[in-house]
Nanobody, 115 residues
Framework: QVQVVESGGGLVQAGGSLRLSCVVS????????IEWYRQVPGKQRELVAG???????NYADSVAGRFTISRDNAKNTGYLQMDSLKPEDTAVYYC?????????WGQGTQVTVSS
């Protein structure tokens, strides 16, 4: 059973930073693609950032230049560094792991940005 556990969320003032972590219990973590999504009540979950197994990254226009996705294969961990946070970044953030066309989701971590 693959487990995906996010952490690092919290309350931060606008302009501040947070780093989210996503620890994955899978022996083949280096072969996975990692994606971070976010969701606010009443809206669809949206893709924030992605990192392919080959190292290619992509970002939503709303976070490009402020967020950075990365990974540490030795620690089976993915990261989302979030800088220059805005109140509109407030959401529950989810980590998604994809391997061999199968995906696994974490339970989410709340990020709240106060103005």
């Amino acid at each position: 059973q693959v487990q995906v556990v996010e952490s690092g969320g919290g309350l931060v003032q606008a302009g501040g930073s947070l780093r989210l972590s996503c620890v994955v219990s899978i022996s083949t973590f280096s072969r996975t693609a990692i994606e971070w999504y976010r969701q606010v009540p009443g809206k669809q979950r949206e893709l924030v950032a992605g990192l392919s197994r080959g190292g290619f990254t992509n970002y939503a226009d709303s976070v490009a230049g402020r967020f950075t996705i990365s990974r540490d294969n030795a620690k089976n961990t993915g990261y989302l560094q979030m800088d220059s946070l805005k109140p509109e970044d407030t959401a529950v953030y989810y980590c998604r792991i994809i391997i061999l066309d199968v995906d696994y989701w974490g339970q989410g971590t709340q990020v709240t940005v106060s103005s």
